[in-house]
């Protein structure tokens, strides 16, 4: 029995742990493959909202870090699942020439990407199709890529058993993580660790509070974030971490050679005019005073930095990085 002690730290209570639209996960150590995808196509996409915010404020830097993890320029074959409402790989992220096919299994984020892709004169193709039952042939791919879709399955051998058939000999798989986890797959998948090895069904988890100003001057409202997971092979790392590490063994277990597996940086400093015009094209508006603005794990901070020059403003990024190469 893993003992925890008494700091923040506290067991996860899986009677309320709720899926993204605020349902109850009935009986999650027995959530089966079955139920994920009903509830993976069905769902609703609202979480997804503040998706484009999130991009369009670092955009520089993350595609610093995009482009630093894996160069696309030359990828002609390659193909995206869990493309999501907004296609921000493709649309932000990839070289405009680039022809990839994009998957996600939710029917209404299909339509979703197709009209929102239209802002930027794309009409990529977009179909519904499943991380483990790819719509694609044998060896038939030279990258297939994901942004903050794994972290939302339950079942990753079988999704990494799909990557595998789908890439030619010497392809790559590469993964963004830039938002936080969906902790619920991840606990899951360390409770199950836990449960095939005779231990604790509680799985420890790290809890920090943090206090956050509202946009009424004054008020302010606190902000609970599950962020770690006592893991048995890492101690408390943050759930981005663990999801790149353990799809790391996953692959590695698979024979594919590991490039990257863990958090990369970027950084991006832009002419405040330009970076307001871009702000304000897709219908957003810088703070006041604001010339730093950074996101990670799905938080956008910003502020004032008085190192950046004037008429300048900084950007930063950072996301869990995994590449990986079929031999």
Not at 73 to 102: D, I, K, T
């Amino acid at each position: 029995m893993i003992e925890l002690k008494p700091t923040r730290r506290e067991n996860y209570d899986f009677s309320k742990m709720k899926h993204h639209d605020g349902g109850k996960v009935e009986n999650p150590l027995d959530f089966d493959l079955e139920a994920e995808l009903d509830y993976a196509a069905n769902g609703s996409i609202s979480y997804q909202n503040g998706y484009p915010s999130f991009s369009i404020h670092t955009l520089r830097a993350s595609r610093n870090v995009v482009r630093e993890a894996f160069d696309f320029s030359s990828v002609r074959n390659g193909a995206e699942f869990g493309c999501g409402a907004y296609g921000r790989l493709y649309n932000y992220f990839l070289p405009r020439n680039s022809g990839w096919r994009q998957f996600d299994i939710n029917q209404k984020a299909v339509l979703s990407n197709r009209k929102y892709s239209r802002k930027f004169l794309r009409s990529p193709a977009v179909a519904v199709g499943s991380l483990y039952e790819m719509p694609l042939g044998d060896s038939s791919v030279d990258v297939i890529a994901g942004l903050s879709s794994w972290d939302s399955i339950l079942f990753f051998e079988g999704a990494a058993d799909e990557v595998q058939r789908c890439l030619v000999p010497g392809g790559w798989f590469v993964h963004y993580q830039d938002l936080q986890p969906a902790e619920m797959p991840l606990l899951l998948t360390e409770a199950r660790k836990r449960v095939d090895r005779g231990l604790a069904k509680d799985v420890p988890c790290e809890v920090y509070s943090e206090v956050v100003e509202c946009d009424i001057p004054g008020l302010y409202m606190i902000d609970e974030n599950i962020v770690s997971i006592d893991s048995l092979e890492f101690g408390l790392v943050r759930l981005g971490e663990y999801l790149t590490r353990h799809m790391a063994r996953l692959f590695a277990n698979r024979g594919f050679s590991v490039h990257t597996a863990g958090e990369v940086r970027g950084e991006y400093i832009e002419n405040s005019i330009s970076f307001n015009l871009r702000l304000m094209r897709h219908g957003y508006r810088a703070p006041e005073n604001a010339n730093r603005f950074e996101s990670a794990y799905g938080k956008l901070d910003y502020g004032h930095d008085e190192s950046v020059s004037k008429g300048r403003v900084r950007q930063s990024s950072a996301m869990d990085v995994l590449v990986v190469q079929k031999t």
